[in-house]
């Protein structure tokens, strides 16, 4: 062989390096490995701000009194999102062990009993189509609650770390109980809604460092700075297998607007970039990354759960609106929108750890590498998981409820 043929296929070769996706090992993931990731992500993810002043109606036998609390907002890691190319795969091992095992043997003998075939998943085994194509992938997906939801945060907290984050992050301080009684007894005397707001404002504001200071003290009241979690722990809200009908066959979302008109419904900015459709809300996409499938079919998962009266065998998570939430007011966030942060973020768990949160549907077509290098599944695992964090508000119940005055929108 010549030097130039040889340089031909030196170059040929490193081409084909350059092309060849890079694969990050699996690997299966147990609560206290999830509680962990979330705490590394915790500090970037939450964004705990103070809101505003509710107002309570507090009444008792020696007559009534209006009393206050501060209106926070945060976001919280609500569902561990598992996708994963067959069943019994899901990498959340207690899950796998347990309601997850039970969860697989049904949907098996759902999908037999439909079919009369033995689920597959991988590259689509389901339907001719996903065999002529070599893009079209299939992925089975679970979501749960999370295990800890911000346990790591209260835990940081108690060891200091988190002191350092809130006197670096919020601009705003404040006494949780005696003080901020203490300074209300004037703002409640206001009558004007207008003054009440800024005088509200003015006092959390002026309490400053002094209070900060005294975060460590008064750790055990630092519970009234968090929301109260909303999803149950550990409990499934979606499993694809016990949805066969829908997320194998694609009905009756195949049939839907969403799903037939071009661009409607796009993990992107459709045609200029797109991930791929939402709709229909099934396991199929048609994608060559491998990562941005699973994040695909993760966002399908996400939408869902977060609507209520869907076409799909799942669990309702609240979203949207307001209510009484073990002794908080909680208004819950909107039903989770393809990147709008607003409504949900995501945070990777495994084959990668992510520290942040962000959204799908990235635009990476200028970028130097793909958006899934470093982040797509071993050839032999397959298997993605996800954190959902999404925006709650809330304040700490004193009685019946009156009103609210909000300075600050959230998120």
Known sequence: MNGKRRGILTLSVLAGMVMMPVHTAAESINSATIAARTAAGTLSCVRWQPLGVCFWLSCGLSGCSIRTSLK????????????????????????RNSLGLTSDVAARQLVQQLAGIQPGGGQGTERRAARDHSTLLYKEADAYGHPTGLSGLVSLVNDGAGLSWIENHINTGFDFQNEWDEENQMFLETVDPAEAAAEAQSRVQNLGAGTIGQLQGMFNQTISLLCPRIPSLAAQYFHSGLDAVAWRWSLPESLYPQALTPGS????????????????????????????????????????????????????????????????????????????????DWQMLTPRTDSGCQVFGQNDLNQAASWGVGRIAGPTEGNYAWNLWRPYSCCSRHGSWIGEITWSSYP
């Open 265 to 344: 419904r796009e993990l992107g900015v459709f045609p200029l970039y797109t991930w791929g459709s939402i709709y229909p809300r099934d396991g199929f996409v048609l994608q060559t990354d491998d990562a941005k499938a699973a994040a695909l079919v993760a966002q399908r998962v996400g939408d869902v759960v977060t609507r209520s009266g869907q076409p799909h065998v799942y669990r309702y998570l609240q979203s949207g609106g307001a209510g009484n939430h073990d002794g908080f007011r909680v208004w819950y966030p909107a039903p989770l929108m393809e990147r709008d942060s607003k409504t949900g």
């Open 72 to 95: 926070v907002g945060h976001y919280a890691p609500d569902l561990v999102v598992g996708v994963y190319r067959q069943l019994g795969e899901t990498p959340w091992v207690e899950v």
